[in-house]
């Protein structure tokens, strides 16, 4: 069900080398980049016409707008099953608690007397929000996409998610109901490469947005490889990861049903358990077996996922050699099953997420544990960082210096302008002190304060 790659014995490779070694989903995003290419530029000319067209194609729905009425984003919420309101209630509630502490302060610092630098927060002005709605519908990715970008401030939200035919051409009313109860009343069935378009360039019925963030399949990650440059994005999110850094000591129960958790998203999802323990790599195989039988979406997304070269057991010498492959990895998600499983995540230099412990499973993560689950996959982990409150904010520094201030360092400037063959740049300098005494280091002259 799930292959093993044996990497005991031998000296671990370094850098790239061992990536190579690693299983990985293959996902080129280059490859649907011409196939939106076209799309996207439909979309561009021809706008909600283009979008509506797509919607027959694509989702065989018929519609007459892509704007979903506000009408039908409260019927959502008045019918929605007590339990999951208050389920989402808590989700959106621990979000808060998080990412409010992720807001950034304005803060001067005097650099010389007269001299200041003042780095200040601004948020976009304007974000459009993805929610999929293909093989699964997610209103955990309204939450955890809306929470932060109202938490930094943006005054204008708005939100794409696929239209369902067994809806009327409507997004699934979860994620509708999950748009009320965080105040998002501007909502669009739009899907795909074409709902990234949409928020790019703008249409009759929707403004362009400054950014577009949230998970997607490959197409939507295409598209923002596409826009890259005109909008910001938060990641070209690929398949969904899970890396399990275990050893004998964890629970080959709990182990199983993490692997089987995220295997259930996509055909395409990797699980991946790296272990020093050859007896918990067995029991952990045994225990799959079982439960992938008891799980719902056994043929067409869980066993194609632990079955594809994305996925494997590990197994390495020694835990400071698993810690080697976790970080050569870059997870997603990364779960520690350890003796001292603080200790060891502390360590930890790549991963989108690190879950402590036996009990601090993915799924917390993904609902109600107040983080947030639009994280960085692909090794992308080594250089990017999941969605926050920082993603929609933009630091702006204000320079604000004295006559005197200026003069002191004037030298300096000219003196590296010159160096870089810029004299215009010295040359700006020089024309704020005209007629001043000469100084003794640029040999021009600098009044005296």
């Given at each position: 069900?799930?292959?093993?790659?044996?990497?005991?014995?031998?000296?671990?490779?370094?850098?790239?080398?061992?990536?190579?070694?690693?299983?990985?989903?293959?996902?080129?995003?280059?490859?649907?980049?011409?196939?939106?290419?076209?799309?996207?530029?439909?979309?561009?000319?021809?706008?909600?016409?283009?979008?509506?067209?797509?919607?027959?194609?694509?989702?065989?729905?018929?519609?007459?707008?892509?704007?979903?009425?506000?009408?039908?984003?409260?019927?959502?919420?008045?019918?929605?099953?007590?339990?999951?309101?208050?389920?989402?209630?808590?989700?959106?509630?621990?979000a808060r608690i998080v990412h409010r502490n992720q807001r950034r302060s304005e803060h001067t610092t005097q650099v010389v007397p007269g001299g200041t630098v003042t780095e200040k927060w601004v948020p976009v002005e304007r974000?459009?929000?993805?929610?999929?709605?293909?093989?699964?519908?997610?209103?955990?990715?309204?939450?955890?996409?809306?929470?932060?970008?109202?938490?930094?401030?943006?005054?204008?939200?708005?939100?794409?998610?696929?239209?369902?035919?067994?809806?009327?051409?409507?997004?699934?009313?979860?994620?509708?109901?999950?748009?009320?109860?965080?105040?998002?009343?501007?909502?669009?069935?739009?899907?795909?490469?074409?709902?990234?378009?949409?928020?790019?360039?703008?249409?009759?019925?929707?403004?362009?947005?400054?950014?577009?963030?949230?998970?997607?399949?490959?197409?939507?990650?295409?598209?923002?490889?596409?826009?890259?440059?005109?909008?910001?994005?938060?990641?070209?999110?690929?398949?969904?990861?899970?890396?399990?850094?275990?050893?004998?000591?964890?629970?080959?129960?709990?182990?199983?049903?993490?692997?089987?958790?995220?295997?259930?998203?996509?055909?395409?999802?990797?699980?991946?358990?790296?272990?020093d323990s050859a007896e918990l790599a067995d029991a952990v195989e045994r225990e799959l077996e079982p439960q992938v039988a008891a799980s719902k979406h056994i043929h067409d997304r869980i066993k194609p996922a632990l079955a594809?070269?994305?996925?494997?057991?590990?197994?390495?010498?020694?835990?400071?050699?698993?810690?080697?492959?976790?970080?050569?990895?870059?997870?997603?998600?990364?779960?520690?099953?350890?003796?001292?499983?603080?200790?060891?995540?502390?360590?930890?230099?790549?991963?989108?997420?690190?879950?402590?412990?036996?009990?601090?499973?993915?799924?917390?993560?993904?609902?109600?544990?107040?983080?947030?689950?639009?994280?960085?996959?692909?090794?992308?982990?080594?250089?990017?960082?999941?969605?926050?409150?920082?993603?929609?904010?933009?630091?702006?520094?204000?320079?604000?210096?004295?006559?005197?201030?200026?003069?002191?360092?004037?030298?300096?400037?000219?003196?590296?302008?010159?160096?870089?063959?810029?004299?215009?740049?010295?040359?700006?300098?020089?024309?704020?002190?005209?007629?001043?005494?000469?100084?003794?280091?640029?040999?021009?002259?600098?009044?005296?304060?």
């Amino acid at each position: 069900m799930i292959s093993r790659i044996d990497l005991r014995g031998d000296a671990l490779p370094e850098g790239g080398a061992l990536r190579d070694l690693l299983p990985r989903a293959e996902f080129d995003v280059e490859a649907a980049l011409e196939k939106v290419r076209p799309i996207c530029e439909d979309v561009h000319h021809r706008g909600t016409a283009a979008l509506i067209e797509y919607a027959q194609k694509f989702d065989g729905v018929e519609l007459s707008q892509v704007r979903v009425p506000a009408e039908a984003v409260k019927a959502a919420l008045e019918q929605l099953d007590p339990a999951v309101r208050a389920a989402l209630e808590e989700s959106i509630r621990r979000a808060r608690i998080v990412h409010r502490n992720q807001r950034r302060s304005e803060h001067t610092t005097q650099v010389v007397p007269g001299g200041t630098v003042t780095e200040k927060w601004v948020p976009v002005e304007r974000v459009g929000l993805y929610a999929p709605g293909g093989r699964s519908v997610y209103p955990s990715s309204v939450v955890m996409n809306v929470v932060p970008a109202q938490e930094a401030g943006v005054e204008s939200i708005a939100l794409a998610s696929p239209p369902q035919k067994e809806f009327g051409g409507l997004p699934h009313p979860t994620i509708l109901a999950a748009c009320a109860l965080l105040g998002v009343d501007e909502v669009y069935a739009a899907g795909g490469a074409q709902a990234v378009a949409m928020f790019a360039y703008g249409t009759d019925e929707c403004a362009p947005a400054n950014m577009v963030t949230g998970p997607g399949n490959i197409w939507v990650a295409a598209a923002k490889r596409y826009f890259t440059g005109k909008i910001g994005i938060d990641t070209e999110a690929g398949p969904t990861e899970i890396a399990v850094l275990a050893d004998s000591t964890a629970d080959p129960v709990h182990v199983a049903a993490d692997l089987i958790s995220q295997a259930e998203h996509d055909p395409l999802a990797a699980a991946v358990l790296v272990t020093d323990s050859a007896e918990l790599a067995d029991a952990v195989e045994r225990e799959l077996e079982p439960q992938v039988a008891a799980s719902k979406h056994i043929h067409d997304r869980i066993k194609p996922a632990l079955a594809g070269r994305q996925s494997a057991i590990v197994l390495v010498d020694n835990l400071e050699e698993g810690l080697k492959v976790v970080d050569a990895y870059g997870a997603e998600h990364l779960e520690i099953q350890t003796a001292d499983a603080a200790a060891w995540a502390a360590r930890v230099r790549n991963a989108g997420a690190i879950f402590v412990g036996p009990w601090a499973p993915v799924s917390l993560g993904d609902y109600c544990a107040g983080s947030n689950h639009v994280l960085p996959t692909g090794g992308c982990a080594c250089h990017s960082s999941g969605l926050s409150v920082q993603s929609f904010l933009r630091g702006i520094h204000i320079v604000d210096y004295t006559r005197d201030a200026l003069a002191e360092v004037a030298h300096h400037v000219v003196t590296l302008a010159e160096a870089e063959d810029l004299p215009a740049h010295g040359a700006a300098i020089k024309a704020r002190f005209a007629g001043g005494e000469q100084d003794q280091h640029s040999g021009w002259k600098v009044p005296t304060p």
